[in-house]
């Protein structure tokens, strides 16, 4: 069935950020008392090395990654089970705000559960000197995301994979603009998706899933699980490759410059990016595919 090939094209994409994950604990395992890895590169302050420690993550860490992998990928495998509702999902302020609130939630059980080992500031580098690089990588990293974007549907990648798994065109939140008829609604869907979204889920995956990974698995591998599971956690077939390379740019940005900011501007930007087309649509000031 079609709608089966979808899952498993969802939900691969997962298993293999798993099998990943416990192939680089292995490994790192059996290399105990090999170096870490290179030393940070001679570019200056918070640019141009690996600058993520993973040096304050315990045993219990990886219990809180098995929560979160609960969390963000249990909505695809109920899905399949048929233990969600059927047909479109309508969302309405009540899902917005509810959304909302969860994912405030989650930051707050994450930075909590850091706090009490680490300055939050210095965790996640928010005294970054060279913020104001940030005007330059995040429109770099959005630009290569979207040349990704334009290669797969240009060659004709996005229709083969839409006409094999029957999957939506669009992730439900996209949907969800073009439906919003209440202008309360679509400011609230706007502030979710360009605002609060992309801080809480570079805290959440690249800020703690990607570096706790990182300590186990290694720096590759911890880049490839943290985003597989990014690109999962976004059920959307058509969407996964390029969330999957915009995770990989988003998990590297974070450690070229040691600071969440980097990735969040990127994340930002390219949520922002969609946000000013749905609403340059309703406006009539453009035209976008009818999904």
């Known amino acids: 069935m079609p709608e089966d090939l979808e899952f498993w094209v969802i939900a691969g994409s997962g298993i293999l950020g798993v099998a990943i994950f416990a192939i680089g604990m292995v490994i790192r395992a059996t290399v105990a008392k090999a170096p870490a890895g ?25 219990g809180i990654v098995g929560f979160l992998m609960l969390v963000y990928g249990s909505p695809v495998f109920l899905d399949a089970a048929g233990k969600m ?6 969302i309405g302020m009540a899902e917005v705000v509810s959304t909302i609130a969860m994912q405030f939630f989650m930051t ?41 974007v334009i290669a797969l549907e240009e060659t004709g990648f996005n229709k083969w994979l839409l006409d094999v798994t029957g999957g939506a065109e669009t992730q439900e939140v996209v949907d969800a603009f073009g439906k919003a008829e209440s202008p309360l609604l679509f400011g609230m869907l706007a502030l979710m998706a360009a605002v609060i979204a992309p801080v809480v889920e570079e805290i959440i995956f690249r800020g703690y899933l990607y570096p706790v990974a990182k300590k186990y698995s290694g720096r590759i591998a911890g880049i490839l699980f943290s985003s597989l599971f990014f690109a999962m956690a976004h059920p959307n077939a058509i969407s996964l490759v390029p969330l999957f390379v915009l995770a990989v740019l988003l998990a590297l940005s974070y450690e070229v410059t040691g600071s969440i900011w980097a990735p969040i501007s990127i994340h930002v930007l390219f949520n922002s990016a969609t946000v000013f087309a749905q609403f340059a649509h309703r406006m009539n000031w453009i035209q976008l595919p009818e999904g």
Request: glycine share 12%; aromatic share 12%.
């Open 38 to 62: 290179p030393p940070s590169l001679p570019l200056g302050p918070g640019l141009g090395g690996w600058r993520v420690s993973d040096k304050i993550y315990r045993g219990i860490d990886l």
């Open 85 to 90: 509702p059927e047909g479109p999902v309508e």
């Open 108 to 148: 707050a059980m994450l930075v909590g559960a850091v706090a009490w080992r680490k300055n939050p500031v210095e965790w996640l580098g928010l005294k970054w000197r060279l913020w104001p690089m940030v005007v330059l990588i995040a429109p770099v990293a959005v630009a290569f995301t979207w040349t990704v």
